[in-house]
């Protein structure tokens, strides 16, 4: 599954499934889809007359990020007087229609995320979002208790992100409180992370990103922020091989980090050295 997270003025995102789409990364131009502002994204590589955006960012330095939220969305027929988006459509209007964060929160309460199929071959993913600009970010889920945001850096896959805040909260009283001394002989560094999750769950990744970014924001390092934020992402990627899914296995596709400061993109795929730049 996967991971993104909000550091300082990056947004960094692990695409990790077992099959890939040919994902690439597309411009799309303003007024391509009624769109007000030209948008850099990652889309679906067998999809080529509509962009079926897994995450992006748009000129203003507004990101978007769609992670699986297995069981736990809920999409909704049309309603009346509600401003009605289409699930696979929701980060291509995000970015189309709004500049900040500030402006997408002002009408949350108005929209409404349906069930609409993108077509019989894609029918509705079950997803939840992270949207981010530089001052901010928040979670929108939509479940059976309606659509609601939260504030919060770090997102993974399950269970909601309320639960997953919590779990971190119990596991971070924690980390850091070693209680135990090791024998000389045995004598390692890294003692404060004795208690922190080495797992490749949802919340196992989220455990890790929380602590690490917070440790990262907090420390004095001339590293950067971008450089950092992919470092970020190594630290959850999940290697070919280690989970099994359906006689195949879940690995890291790409990790793409969105620099909202500077407008630029850095992209990187499961089998590439060198890291892809790309600009507005």
Not at 227 to 239: P, Y
Request: hydrophobic residues 30%; charged residues 25%; glycine residues 6%.
């Amino acid at each position: 599954m996967c991971s993104t997270f909000k550091y300082k003025y990056c947004i960094g995102r692990n695409f990790d499934y077992e099959v890939s789409y040919n994902e690439e990364l597309r411009v799309i131009e303003p007024n391509r889809f009624d769109n007000k502002y030209k948008i850099l994204g990652m889309c679906t590589g067998i999809i080529h007359d509509y962009p079926l955006l897994y995450d992006g960012m748009n000129q203003e330095g507004l990101c978007v990020c769609g992670l699986a939220f297995m069981g736990n969305a809920v999409y909704n027929p049309v309603k009346e007087g509600m401003i009605n988006i289409p699930s696979y459509k929701f980060p291509l209007e995000i970015l189309s229609q709004f500049k900040n964060l500030e402006e997408v929160k002002g009408h949350l309460d108005k929209i409404n995320i349906t069930n609409e199929p993108f077509n019989e071959n894609f029918p509705p993913s079950d997803l939840h979002w992270f949207i981010a600009d530089k001052e901010e970010s928040i979670i929108v889920e939509q479940t059976k208790d309606g659509l609601n945001y939260y504030n919060g850096e770090v997102l993974t896959n399950n269970p909601p992100y309320p639960q997953q805040l919590e779990n971190y909260h119990i596991v971070d009283s924690k980390i850091g409180n070693v209680d135990f001394q090791l024998d000389h002989e045995y004598d390692t560094r890294g003692l404060e992370t004795s208690y922190l999750s080495g797992d490749y769950t949802s919340m196992g990744r989220f455990e890790r990103l929380s602590y690490i970014k917070d440790k990262l924001e907090n420390s004095d390092n001339s590293f950067n922020d971008a450089n950092q934020s992919l470092h970020l992402l190594s630290s959850i990627e999940q290697v070919y091989g280690l989970t099994n899914v359906n006689d195949s296995f879940e690995y890291t596709i790409y990790s793409i980090v969105y620099d909202m400061e500077n407008l630029n993109v850095y992209l990187k795929f499961y089998n590439d050295f060198d890291l892809i730049k790309k600009e507005f």
